[in-house]
């Protein structure tokens, strides 16, 4: 096996969780977990674990050095739109730079580099986009994962992967950030009033496909731009109204808006979500229906619940 030491950044976030957790199930990968913190979040039997941050080029330095990385994959990133907005700077360095120097060191040592991007690279025009479509990001967020995709190339000619996504849910330990889905429960189990909008389209994505993809990706050594998203597409106040009905929750609760509802907020692109043939076709990438995914998230929650 020529790709059996795989590198993860981030992995205390929820795809970094779900991907350390796929990959290691396979004992031809020899996986290293990084993350900000001194330990992980998730019980980490069966992988190593080190403390990272990708914006400190010394830590990045000895990683590479002490660790020997055949394969990168990118978790790692500043995820909040909002907080991208307000915290230009720091989100640039997470999103933008340090994957510059990540993809440095790769095209140093030939370790090949996965990113994890976003469908925020998109205006949301003339959603769903294929892998072929021209980015335009609406937002700062986006343009930092974007000039990120850019930075991955210089990992060098088929060294690079891009695996794009859209609006992840799932579970995880400890997560420093919620997730649209778990929101909704929480704010609807509380009997709490919502306002959610009906006029912004997305493929809702359940983190273990998105990770399941991933892990094919690295198996097959297969490079260039992938969309790996759910197959439904949906607006906001879809996703909302499915999830009040697999939680039997009041869907009452939730009034539909435009997004000029939200006169403060961030400028978000109004129809994304991804057509993903190429993947289906290259990766047998089969990710499940989004009712489906709310139900093993129901599954999932119920068994932290009862632990
Ligand atoms: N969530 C979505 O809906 C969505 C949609 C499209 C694309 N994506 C992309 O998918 C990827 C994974 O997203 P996610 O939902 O798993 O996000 P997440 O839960 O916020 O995870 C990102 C992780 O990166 C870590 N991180 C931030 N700065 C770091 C640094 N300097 N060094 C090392 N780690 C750092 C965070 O650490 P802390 O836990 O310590 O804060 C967090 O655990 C990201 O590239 C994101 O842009 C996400």
Not at 162 to 187: A, C, P
Not at 232 to 238: A, F, P, T
Not at 278 to 303: C, F, I, N
Request: charged share 25%.
């Amino acid at each position: 096996m020529l790709f059996n030491r795989v590198l993860i950044t981030g992995t205390n976030g929820l795809l970094g969780q779900s991907l350390v957790r796929r990959i290691s199930q396979n004992r031809e990968y020899d996986v290293l977990a990084t993350a900000r913190d001194d330990s992980p979040r998730f019980e980490a039997t069966s992988c190593g674990y080190a403390p990272l941050d990708v914006t400190q080029p010394d830590e990045v330095e000895t990683i590479f050095q002490d660790f020997t990385p055949n394969v990168v994959i990118n978790c790692a990133a500043m995820s909040d739109v909002a907080a991208c907005d307000e915290h230009r700077n720091e989100a640039w360095a997470v999103n933008a730079r340090a994957v510059k120097r990540l993809a440095k060191h790769c095209r140093d040592t030939g370790a090949r580099l996965v990113q994890v991007s976003s469908d925020f690279v998109f205006n949301g025009k003339r959603g769903p986009y294929d892998e072929d479509a021209r980015p335009d990001p609406v937002n700062y967020y986006g343009r930092t994962k974007l000039a990120g995709e850019n930075a991955v190339r210089e990992a060098g000619r088929s060294h690079w992967a891009i695996v794009r996504t859209v609006l992840l849910y799932g579970t995880g330990q400890d997560l420093s950030r919620s997730n649209v889905v778990l929101w909704m429960i929480e704010k609807l189990s509380k009997g709490e009033p919502l306002h959610i909008v009906d006029d912004q389209y997305r493929t809702p994505t359940h983190v273990d496909d998105l990770a399941t993809g991933i892990e094919r990706l690295v198996h097959h050594a297969e490079t260039g731009i992938y969309h790996l998203s759910g197959p439904d597409l949906v607006s906001i106040y879809e996703l909302a109204s499915t999830v009040a009905e697999v939680f039997g929750l009041d869907g009452s609760l939730i009034e539909p808006v435009s997004s000029d509802f939200f006169e403060d907020d961030v400028e978000r692109p109004p129809r994304t979500g991804f057509i993903i043939d190429k993947a289906k076709t290259k990766l047998d990438y089969d990710p499940r229906s989004l009712d489906e995914g709310l139900r093993d998230v129901q599954a999932s929650l119920q068994g932290f619940s009862s632990s």
